[in-house]
């Protein structure tokens, strides 16, 4: 492990992910476990880091790490950052565990035109690590809780989240939405997914009237079972996307390119989306949280 530089964990609420990585910002070697601040049990972090890490945790290497893990109910706060955010702001902030275990990147706020505070966390250190140094980005990070950002020249300028994952997974589990639906057919999952984009682009009603069609159409016969997940996954992405513009266009940005952060399934059913909004789109690089923390661990001055 001689060309090993860093250790970067990206420790969220279900998962924990560590990698090691070399001086090029390469990953050398992964591990993952379900070990998400939820499944930690009487605040003992240090026993969760330990398994994770393995036979790297005697590896003389400095250890950052993003995500929830710096959250209130994380090990230790690190505490928001207002926007806008650089990456050197971060990296003067870090926060650090009481043993010394590990440094922590807090996560950014802003608040919106309505007045209400927004937050991130994890989410800045992927939007530093996809964005190049004198680039100007407009970027989504879909999720549970899908966030939209303007990134200039690894600053991140402002941003704006829309629940778009969780609500999804809350009208089909628990909603009369569900009740009709069945597994996916694969052999229509794209057309239906389509559909209800174009529903969720176009309709300028509102959104809890437009999510009933995904039980009224199906009792019209004009939606399988199969394809309700689908057309409601799609209306719900469309929204967001339309809004999204709004939003962008309030703050005078162009909404013509969109850089897609996240995992392949995602970034894949978002890109859909966007181009059926007429909306040129690229994904984000695979390792954008490794790479945003080791930006932040140079601007910090560790010897990397």
């Given at each position: 492990?001689?060309?090993?530089?860093?250790?970067?964990?990206?420790?969220?609420?279900?998962?924990?992910?560590?990698?090691?990585?070399?001086?090029?910002a390469?990953?050398?070697?992964?591990?993952?476990?379900?070990?998400?601040?939820?499944?930690?049990?009487?605040?003992?972090?240090?026993?969760?880091?330990?398994?994770?890490?393995?036979?790297?945790?005697?590896?003389?290497?400095?250890?950052?790490?993003?995500?929830?893990?710096?959250?209130?109910?994380?090990?230790?706060?690190?505490?928001?950052?207002?926007?806008?955010?650089?990456?050197?702001?971060?990296?003067?902030?870090?926060?650090?565990?009481?043993?010394?275990?590990?440094?922590?990147?807090?996560?950014?706020?802003?608040?919106?035109?309505?007045?209400?505070?927004?937050?991130?966390?994890g989410?800045?250190?992927?939007?530093?690590?996809?964005?190049?140094?004198?680039e100007?980005?407009?970027?989504?990070?879909?999720?549970?809780?899908?966030?939209?950002?303007?990134?200039?020249?690894?600053?991140?300028?402002?941003?704006?989240?829309?629940?778009?994952?969780?609500?999804?997974?809350?009208?089909?589990?628990?909603?009369?939405?569900?009740?009709?639906?069945?597994?996916?057919?694969?052999?229509?999952?794209?057309?239906?997914?389509?559909?209800?984009?174009?529903?969720?682009?176009?309709?300028d009603?509102?959104?809890?009237?437009?999510?009933?069609?995904?039980?009224?159409?199906?009792?019209?016969?004009?939606?399988?079972?199969?394809?309700?997940?689908?057309?409601?996954?799609?209306?719900?992405?469309?929204?967001?996307?339309?809004?999204?513009?709004?939003?962008?266009?309030?703050?005078?940005?162009?909404?013509?390119r969109?850089?897609?952060?996240?995992?392949?399934?995602?970034?894949?059913?978002?890109?859909?989306?966007?181009?059926?909004a007429g909306?040129?789109?690229?994904?984000?690089?695979?390792?954008?949280?490794?790479?945003?923390?080791?930006?932040?661990?140079?601007?910090?001055?560790?010897?990397?």
């Open positions: 492990m001689d060309e090993a530089a860093l250790i970067a964990v990206d420790w969220g609420t279900t998962s924990a992910r560590a990698a090691l990585v070399d001086r090029d390469t990953t050398l070697r992964v591990r993952e476990a379900p070990l998400g601040i939820q499944a930690v049990r009487d605040g003992r972090f240090g026993d969760a880091l330990a398994a994770l890490l393995g036979d790297w945790q005697s590896l003389p290497l400095p250890r950052l790490a993003a995500g929830m893990i710096g959250s209130r109910q994380g090990w230790v706060e690190a505490p928001y950052l207002d926007c806008p955010a650089a990456v050197d702001d971060l990296a003067l902030r870090l926060a650090r565990t009481p043993g010394g275990e590990l440094a922590i990147v807090p996560g950014v706020t802003t608040r919106g035109a309505d007045g209400l505070p927004d937050v991130m966390r989410e800045e250190t992927q939007l530093l690590g996809a964005a190049g140094a004198d100007t980005m407009l970027a989504v990070l879909p999720g549970t809780h899908s966030k939209w950002a303007h990134v200039v020249a690894r600053r991140i300028a402002g941003f704006t989240t829309f629940m778009t994952g969780e609500l999804y997974a809350v009208l089909l589990a628990h909603s009369i939405l569900g009740r009709l639906a069945q597994p996916a057919d694969p052999a229509t999952a794209q057309a239906a997914f389509a559909r209800g984009v174009a529903q969720g682009l176009h309709d009603g509102s959104l809890a009237h437009a999510a009933f069609g995904a039980r009224s159409l199906a009792l019209a016969a004009e939606l399988a079972g199969p394809d309700v997940p689908e057309w409601l996954s799609g209306l719900l992405v469309g929204h967001e996307v339309r809004h999204a513009r709004a939003w962008a266009r309030a703050r005078s940005l162009p909404f013509e969109v850089r897609v952060i996240g995992a392949d399934a995602l970034v894949s059913r978002y890109r859909t989306a966007l181009a059926h909306v040129a789109s690229e994904a984000g690089p695979a390792d954008a949280a490794v790479r945003g923390l080791v930006h932040i661990a140079r601007r910090a001055g560790w010897k990397l």
